[in-house]
C-alpha cells in the first residue's frame, strides 16, 4: 500500500512538471543582472519606492495588461499619484474634469489629444483612476512645441507665452547630449538627423520629470507611464528626476520582446530594476 502511494505522488510529480514544461508563457520578468524574479518579488519591491517609472512598448499588449495589474496591486499597499506620457500638459483640465465625472469619455475625447491606442490600452488606466479618486497627471510637453526645438533648437521655447511656457519644464532646460540615450539617438540617425532631435527628446524628458516631482507627495507613490526610451538604462526622465530630487526612492520597469523569452540577452540587461521579456510573437494592439 505504501509502495502504491510512493509510486502515485511519483508519478503525479512527474505529470505536472511535464506540465509546466508544456507551458508557452507570453511574458517572463527579469532583474537587472538578467536574474528570473518573480511577479511577488517584483511588487515587493516597488512599492517601497517613492516614484516608479513604467516604460512600456507603445503598442505591447503585455505591456499594458502589467502595467494595469501593477498599478492595482501596489494601490493595496499605498496611496497612488499616476501620470503618463501620453496625456500633455495643457490638456490637465480636461483629463481633471473627466475624473472628476464632469464630462464623459466622449468629452475626454473632444477636449485632449488622446493617442489612438487610448480606448484599449490607456482608458484602462485612467477609469481605475478615476474609480478610486486617484490623482492623474499629464506629464507631457505639447508636442507642438517639442516639434520647435527639432526644428531650432531650445531657443525657439524662448518667445513663447508664460502660459505656453507653464506647460514644459522651466527655462532654459538643461541638457547633456553625451547621455547615452542622446547620444544612441544620434547614432541611429546616422548622419541623417540634426542635433536638435534629441533635444527635443530632452524637451520631453524634462517636462515628465519636472511634472512628476511637481505633484508627487511625500508619502505616496508616483507611477508613471511612458515609452521605455524615456527610462531605459536609468537614463532620461530618470536622469532628470535624480538631478532634481536626489534622496528619492526611483524603481524603473522596461519592456523588451525577444524570440526566447528563457533567458534575457545580454543587450536588454541593465535596462532597469525589471524587466518585462515578452515573446516577439504576442499581438500587437495596433
Not at 475624473?99 to 485612467?126: E, F, M
Not at 524570440?259 to 545580454?266: T, V
Request: aromatic residues 12%.
Amino acid at each position: 500500500m505504501i509502495m502504491k502511494k510512493i509510486l502515485f505522488t511519483l508519478l503525479f510529480a512527474s505529470t505536472c512538471l511535464l506540465a509546466l514544461s508544456q507551458d508557452k508563457l507570453p511574458y517572463k520578468l527579469y532583474d537587472s543582472e538578467g536574474k528570473k524574479v518573480s511577479y511577488k518579488k517584483m511588487l515587493k519591491v516597488l512599492k517601497e519606492k517613492d516614484i516608479v517609472l513604467f516604460g512600456e512598448y507603445h503598442n505591447n499588449a503585455i505591456a499594458h495588461w502589467m502595467q494595469l495589474v501593477v498599478t492595482k496591486d501596489l494601490k493595496n499597499y499605498r496611496n497612488l499619484i499616476l501620470g503618463a506620457e501620453m496625456f500633455e500638459a495643457d490638456n490637465q483640465a480636461a483629463l481633471n474634469n473627466y475624473l472628476a465625472g464632469k464630462i464623459s469619455a466622449k468629452g475626454l475625447d473632444s477636449n485632449t489629444r488622446l493617442w489612438k491606442n487610448y480606448p484599449t490600452d490607456y482608458a484602462p488606466l485612467v477609469n481605475f483612476a478615476k474609480s478610486e479618486k486617484i490623482p492623474f497627471i499629464a506629464t507631457n510637453i505639447p508636442r507642438k512645441y517639442a516639434s520647435l526645438v527639432s526644428r531650432g533648437g531650445f531657443g525657439k521655447l524662448d518667445s513663447l507665452t508664460a502660459e505656453e511656457k507653464s506647460w514644459m519644464a522651466p527655462l532654459p532646460m538643461d541638457y547633456d547630449a553625451n547621455l547615452p540615450g542622446y547620444v544612441k539617438m544620434m547614432e541611429m540617425m546616422a548622419g541623417h538627423g540634426s542635433a536638435n532631435m534629441p533635444k527635443a527628446q530632452a524637451s520631453k524628458d524634462a517636462t515628465m520629470a519636472y511634472f512628476i516631482l511637481k505633484n508627487y507627495q511625500a508619502g505616496m507613490l508616483f507611477i508613471h507611464y511612458n515609452g521605455s526610451f524615456h527610462s531605459d538604462n536609468f537614463d532620461g526622465i530618470n536622469w532628470y528626476l535624480k538631478k532634481a530630487q536626489p534622496n528619492l526612492k526611483y524603481g524603473t520597469i522596461t519592456t523588451v520582446s525577444q524570440k526566447d523569452i528563457n533567458s534575457l540577452m545580454p543587450e536588454n540587461k541593465g535596462k532597469a530594476n525589471f524587466i518585462l521579456c515578452v515573446d516577439e510573437d504576442m499581438t500587437n494592439t495596433y
